[in-house]
């Protein structure tokens, strides 16, 4: 990873200067002398989906920073205190307003329209700031291919599995959708 080792430089409770261990010994972890707060490198937990239908992949164009412009795969953050179903049923439908369902735990059978199921996992960042991120990749199968984008997403469309484009907005989105065409296009060695 190429994350920021140290998110903060002050202690977000006390304003304390944190403290960094010189050694590695008991990890490089900045503390709070204070309140001992520590900076643990923990990234934040993003969902992303790849809904298909008919032969063609929904990608948004990011309405907002960072990336603005550049082609998106459904997503974002997972809330506080949300399953990460939860929040992928939630960004999906508030960026497109399709209705999806997890399908059911254990099943191995194709995606029955409305369902998604989990794909892989890639750390990446985000941002200024380089915060870093651990994209859980869902597959999704819409009912239909009408949609409705939300606000915070500049445009909606379709693409044929044949000319998805390369250029996503972020590198882990770029790797999931290769992989994802590779099994989907039946060349995959995994
Ligand atoms: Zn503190």
Not at 3 to 15: H, I, T, W
Not at 38 to 58: F, M, Q, S, T
Request: charged share 25%; net charge negative; aromatic share 10%.
């Amino acid at each position: 990873m190429t994350s920021r080792e140290f998110k903060y430089c002050f202690c977000p409770y006390d304003g304390l200067q944190l403290e960094r261990p010189s050694g590695h010994a008991d990890g490089v972890w900045a503390k709070c002398p204070q309140c001992g707060f520590v900076d643990y490198p923990n990234p934040k937990p993003c969902i992303g989906v790849i809904i298909e239908h008919a032969g063609r992949i929904l990608l948004a164009r990011r309405g907002e920073e960072p990336k603005r412009g550049m082609y998106d795969i459904p997503g974002g953050f997972v809330e506080n205190g949300e399953t990460v179903e939860a929040a992928v049923a939630r960004e999906i439908t508030e960026e497109t307003s399709l209705q999806l369902v997890p399908a059911p735990a254990g099943a191995s059978e194709p995606l029955r329209p409305g369902e998604f199921r989990y794909f892989a996992s890639f750390p990446d960042e985000y941002g200024p700031h380089r915060t870093a991120t651990v994209n859980l990749m869902f597959i999704a199968q819409a009912e239909t291919d009408r949609f409705q984008a939300g606000s915070d997403v500049a445009e909606l469309q379709w693409h044929s599995v044949d000319a998805v484009p390369t250029d996503l907005a972020f590198v882990h989105q770029q790797i999931a959708m290769q992989r994802f065409l590779g099994l989907y296009q039946g060349r995959a060695d995994m």
